[in-house]
């Protein structure tokens, strides 16, 4: 019986260390969740300098240092599913001067004005950061008609409608 439970015990074990390297990924290194508009996120303008967004947009800044390979992934996920991103590739990588076995990569994410749930970067090593947010104008506003307006619109439309009907009574029209 023991011997059975160290057998499985040892499959169990070696099952494991094949796993975990798959398992492995660089958490962001902020707390989340980060709003668009969280203030110690913003970027500078020299950073959000030739961005261009539509009304409404939001460009994240991510950068993983440190990083032991130049084909690292990024999942970040937001409040809107509709922007879960994964697999996208690096659109900028340099070597760092400090660590010239490492690199640096960036990732730009543009989504709506959300909040950002979660981010992990593939990979074991490095230290994955929200750079800075960059907002694009706000969206526009549709001004809505207050209710007054419409009932008064309504109102007159009727009382219009009435007039004429009597208009062609007295006339013989009808």
Sequence with gaps: MVRRLAA????????LLLVSPALANVPLHQDVPIDWNDAGSQGSEEECEG?????????WHFVLTQAENNDETLTATFADASFNVAGMLPTKIAPDTD?????????????????????????????????????????PEIPEAPASVLLLGTAGIGLLGFYLLRQR???GVI
């Design 169 to 171: 009574r007295r006339e």
């Design 99 to 139: 660590l010239a076995d490492h690199w640096v990569l960036h990732w730009d994410i543009v989504t709506t004005q959300t909040t950002l749930t979660s981010a992990f970067a593939s990979g074991d090593a490095g230290i994955l950061n929200l750079s800075h947010i960059c907002p694009g104008s706000p969206p």
């Design 51 to 59: 961005v261009v967004l539509e009304p409404g947009e939001v460009l």
């Design 8 to 15: 499985l015990f040892a499959a169990m074990s070696l099952s």
